[in-house]
């Protein structure tokens, strides 16, 4: 028997290509999934046949009911389809000016407004992929629902969250069908993540092969013959070596992607959004060195390295593929706790007091590092503004004031020779002080800088562990109501066994997470601290240097 | 013939001693002048004979007519002579009441209103010595002194003025006697002080016997049982090793005689009175600093170390003969002008077109020097400031946010070993900063504050200057007055001649004293720039080596 696919999406296709146009709820038989890079063949209920997005559809099972109930309210896609804002280059002159005025305010990546484009879609797709799914019989869900939404907000909501979704509350259950043991999916080996114990502690099994991905200094490139303009940095995996160009919608898009689907790992945090000033050549550096931040975590993470929405956003460079992907990652169903159907982990299963207690002490050491990484940022850009404003100023007053001095002497020059040697050697005194000055205000991209977005990076991720935290703390709670169920006598022993083994893995997944967290941090603070210090000694030696040679001015 | 002398003040003998009370306006007659530190003996006119003080009488010469003419009003001595505040070392018990409430208010050194101590009496004592100077026949003294007083007022008065004694208008001509060629004293060749040709330039003759005072760490002394405490400062001349303790009026009364003096010569500035605080031991210090500074330049400078009144100031430890000085020097006739008559010069006469080039160039070099120099003393009070206010709690803010974060990884230690020597390596590096912030509270008092206190002595002196190229361009002006009146044959050739001779010397004596400056700061600067680069580069090795040390604690 054939397979047979339903559309999820409308999709239009090129006229004069092999492609063909596709319609929501449309029922097709699939002909070839071999095609590559996205694309499927098949043929309609008229007989026509081509290609369409292989995100686009999706397979229908035998026993499957009527998939008009299935089908998620199709999304704006005409709108979000052109965030790719690479369409400029098959947009004809003639409806630039459609697409112009069709894009108002995208290029504002930087700003909140950004996330309504993408917002609803994702969202309404994760839904309609949930849903679905079939409730356990006598389970009330929604019982259980409320009861994890209460847990959360009194647990996860006391530390300030650095979500930007605005759409996902930050610490509901997500994709709850897996702890349940309703989700069944064959995961492919290839796509196993694995949880090894290394002495005392769980950890996530090493990358089998560790890459590393470059964000190049941005370009500001622009479309519509330069109406519009924006901002893209150039990725370079060290896999490929493939350069990929991506806007900072694309890294939000992903983002988004991410903490949707990982609600046990925090992802790291993108550029502050209070690096403000579109085209100043500092800010959009400072921007480049907080997205490397963000590749660098993502790429040293076994997991989050490994995920396919990552190695899309990493490797993708046609447009047709980057929407086929961006469907495909919208519709995961593996979200949230779903995720961790991916997840092998060591046979022995964990004692709770033992998780208990380590997520407490989590809690307790998360919240003094809230604290203390906040200030160390603030301090940073203190600092910063500090050596950039009056530390230069001051210097350069010192300067002035010998400088002057060194003017008025020269105004008594000429009898005395001796006193042009001094009178020299006091100017030089006074150029080096406001050439310190300079030094001051050039020094802080180089210490202050670095260590602010290294320590951004970690107030997002520590920021996120209360919702991480939280998430697991609202498995375990529903654990024990599935255990009160059993006692009612409203669950199956099996079921409970089940619900059981997959809060294992779960914890598992919190603890590899947790420890991952701790070993990354022990040699990237060493080194960061390390490189940090060497930036200070470095300025506080061209300092002794600039005064040494300016003592050898005067006459010994 | 007995040499007979005029009492010009009363002066009450100690009962049961050699010492014999004298009444202002007495003729006695001289019987020992050799009895030394400052007393005569003499014999009054009912027979009695005893010790008074020299500088309370003047020599009769015959040819003077009544001498109740020029008897001075008798300035209040009674309250003058208690400001040698040395006088609880005869003060009994029984009478300390007095004492003290008639020194109420003097221990406030530094406070402006010691001045009214001293004040009328010297100005007084210097009209009296000045007013019976015969006029030459046919010679309208009133007239001049009225012009000159014009002259002065519009070419003095625009530069602001340090001289601190109210009572003296800072640019009047004082001792134009000398100038008129009416003061005729004969100087004893030891007090003859010389001006050299050397090169283009005319230079005092070097000191020939060069010495240096040290102004030793200050003592808090108490009189009248310690109900009266003051600071004074301890002297030792390298010439006698014999230590003097001074206080600050004492200083003050010093710099009144010698600004009253040297008209011709900018006297170094006493400490600032912005320096307040009377008993905060690093005010005290500075200020001691800052009277260092005023003893070195007077011991360094060929005329004023040679003074008198200095020489008194520096070795007289005894409160008689410290009286006796000290009167000595306020009926000091060789005031302002009348001071040249000590000058020896070369035999070349300056020519005026010369004077007046060199004039005018130190008028322009000074102005432009007071604001450089002004400029330089404030910077140098905001950079103290800046290094122990934000400085310091910058480096500090910046020790906590480590320590903190430190704190905070402590929190999660016990399982991976290494990170407690990263902890602590990261507690180790904000322990650092601490201490860094430390040692910048700590600087000033090694750069900015000796240089602050090194150009506090250059505002007071290149401040003076107006005041001192006033007082010469008011005696050309008196010089051109005199061509006039032999122009209008009012003036005899001959005295106009001695006029130009003296105005020469007059020349002479501010071509010295600008050549003094210029070499002597040429010296100065250049040990005062190295010195405080020197401090500079010490320190920011200092903070290099503790970086360099903090970097080692982390694992490499």
């Given at each position: 028997?054939?397979?047979?696919?339903?559309?999820?999406?409308?999709?239009?296709?090129?006229?004069?290509?092999?492609?063909?146009?596709?319609?929501?709820?449309e029922?097709?038989?699939?002909?070839?999934?071999?095609?590559?890079?996205?694309?499927?063949?098949?043929?309609?209920s008229?007989?026509?046949?081509?290609?369409?997005?292989?995100?686009?559809v999706?397979?229908?099972?035998?026993?499957?009911?009527?998939?008009?109930?299935m089908?998620?309210?199709?999304?704006?896609?005409d709108?979000?389809?052109?965030?790719?804002?690479d369409?400029?280059?098959s947009?004809?002159?003639?409806?630039?000016?459609?697409?112009?005025?069709?894009?108002?305010?995208?290029?504002?990546?930087?700003?909140?407004?950004?996330?309504?484009?993408i917002?609803?879609?994702?969202?309404?797709?994760?839904?309609?992929?949930?849903?679905?799914?079939?409730?356990?019989?006598?389970?009330?869900?929604?019982?259980?629902?409320?009861?994890?939404?209460?847990?959360?907000?009194?647990?996860?909501?006391?530390?300030?969250?650095?979500?930007?979704?605005?759409?996902?509350?930050?610490?509901?259950?997500?994709?709850?069908?897996?702890?349940?043991?309703?989700?069944?999916?064959?995961?492919?080996?290839?796509?196993?993540?694995?949880?090894?114990?290394?002495?005392?502690?769980y950890?996530?099994?090493?990358?089998?092969?560790?890459?590393?991905?470059?964000?190049?200094?941005?370009?500001?490139?622009?479309?519509?013959?330069?109406?519009?303009?924006?901002?893209?940095?150039q990725?370079?995996?060290?896999?490929?070596?493939?350069?990929?160009s991506?806007?900072?919608?694309?890294?939000?898009?992903?983002?988004e992607r991410?903490?949707?689907?990982?609600?046990?790992?925090?992802?790291?945090?993108?550029?502050?959004?209070?690096?403000?000033?579109?085209?100043?050549?500092?800010?959009?550096?400072?921007?480049?060195?907080?997205?490397?931040?963000?590749?660098?975590?993502?790429?040293?993470?076994?997991?989050?390295?490994?995920?396919?929405?990552?190695?899309?956003?990493?490797?993708?460079?046609?447009?047709?593929?980057?929407?086929?992907?961006?469907?495909?990652?919208?519709r995961?169903?593996?979200?949230?706790?779903?995720?961790?159907?991916?997840?092998?982990?060591?046979?022995?299963?964990?004692?709770?007091?033992q998780?208990?207690?380590?997520?407490?002490?989590?809690?307790?050491?998360?919240?003094?590092?809230?604290?203390?990484?906040?200030?160390?940022?603030?301090?940073?850009?203190?600092?910063?503004?500090?050596?950039?404003?009056?530390?230069?100023?001051?210097?350069?007053?010192?300067?002035?004031?010998?400088?002057?001095?060194?003017?008025?002497?020269?105004?008594?020059?000429?009898?005395?020779?001796?006193?042009?040697?001094?009178?020299?050697?006091?100017?030089?005194?006074?150029?080096?002080?406001?050439?310190?000055?300079?030094?001051?205000?050039?020094?802080?991209?180089?210490?202050?800088?670095?260590?602010?977005?290294?320590?951004?990076?970690?107030?997002?991720?520590?920021?996120?562990?209360?919702?991480?935290?939280?998430?697991?703390?609202?498995?375990?709670?529903?654990?024990?109501?599935?255990?009160r169920?059993?006692?009612?006598?409203?669950?199956?022993?099996?079921?409970?066994?089940?619900?059981?083994?997959r809060?294992?893995?779960?914890?598992?997944?919190?603890?590899?997470?947790?420890?991952?967290?701790?070993?990354e941090?022990?040699?990237?603070?060493?080194?960061?601290?390390?490189?940090?210090?060497?930036?200070?000694?470095?300025?506080?030696?061209?300092?002794?240097?600039?005064?040494?040679?300016?003592?050898?001015?005067?006459?010994?």
């Open positions: 028997m054939s397979t047979q696919v339903q559309a999820l999406y409308d999709f239009t296709g090129e006229p004069g290509t092999t492609e063909m146009s596709i319609t929501s709820g029922i097709l038989t699939l002909i070839n999934t071999d095609i590559g890079e996205g694309w499927w063949e098949g043929r309609n008229r007989g026509e046949t081509g290609l369409f997005p292989a995100a686009y999706r397979k229908v099972t035998p026993d499957e009911s009527a998939p008009t109930k089908a998620p309210p199709a999304p704006r896609y709108q979000a389809a052109d965030d790719w804002g369409h400029q280059y947009a004809g002159d003639n409806n630039y000016q459609r697409a112009a005025s069709h894009d108002e305010g995208w290029d504002d990546d930087w700003e909140d407004d950004t996330y309504s484009e917002g609803p879609g994702p969202q309404q797709s994760k839904q309609a992929v949930n849903q679905p799914l079939t409730p356990l019989p006598g389970m009330p869900i929604s019982d259980l629902n409320h009861q994890i939404d209460d847990n959360s907000s009194t647990f996860g909501s006391s530390v300030g969250t650095v979500r930007k979704n605005k759409f996902a509350p930050s610490s509901k259950v997500s994709g709850e069908s897996y702890l349940l043991g309703t989700l069944n999916v064959e995961v492919p080996d290839s796509d196993k993540i694995y949880i090894e114990q290394e002495g005392d502690a950890i996530w099994s090493p990358i089998p092969q560790p890459y590393n991905v470059t964000v190049a200094s941005p370009k500001k490139e622009s479309k519509f013959k330069g109406i519009k303009s924006f901002i893209a940095y990725l370079t995996p060290s896999f490929n070596n493939i350069q990929v991506r806007r900072y919608k694309h890294f939000d898009w992903l983002h991410l903490q949707e689907k990982f609600t046990l790992i925090p992802i790291p945090p993108l550029p502050d959004k209070q690096i403000s000033g579109r085209y100043d050549e500092q800010l959009i550096e400072r921007r480049r060195v907080q997205l490397q931040e963000f590749v660098d975590w993502m790429c040293k993470h076994p997991v989050l390295s490994r995920s396919e929405v990552w190695q899309h956003f990493l490797t993708c460079t046609d447009e047709k593929r980057w929407k086929a992907g961006k469907r495909q990652a919208e995961d169903n593996l979200l949230g706790l779903n995720y961790c159907i991916s997840l092998v982990v060591p046979e022995k299963a964990l004692l709770q007091s998780v208990d207690h380590i997520t407490e002490q989590c809690h307790i050491f998360m919240n003094s590092m809230d604290s203390s990484v906040k200030s160390l940022t603030n301090m940073c850009i203190a600092q910063t503004k500090r050596f950039q404003g009056p530390y230069k100023s001051d210097c350069q007053k010192v300067g002035e004031a010998f400088y002057n001095l060194g003017n008025a002497l020269s105004l008594d020059e000429g009898t005395i020779v001796s006193t042009s040697k001094l009178t020299s050697a006091i100017k030089m005194a006074g150029g080096a002080y406001i050439e310190i000055g300079r030094m001051y205000e050039e020094q802080p991209k180089y210490d202050f800088e670095p260590l602010g977005d290294k320590f951004h990076l970690y107030k997002g991720i520590v920021g996120s562990f209360p919702d991480v935290l939280a998430n697991h703390k609202a498995a375990v709670q529903k654990k024990k109501e599935c255990e169920l059993r006692a009612e006598n409203k669950m199956e022993r099996e079921q409970l066994n089940e619900v059981f083994r809060n294992n893995v779960i914890s598992y997944a919190l603890l590899a997470e947790i420890n991952h967290f701790k070993s941090r022990t040699v990237d603070l060493n080194a960061t601290m390390q490189k940090f210090l060497k930036q200070q000694i470095t300025f506080y030696k061209k300092v002794v240097e600039k005064l040494e040679v300016t003592l050898q001015h005067f006459e010994q």
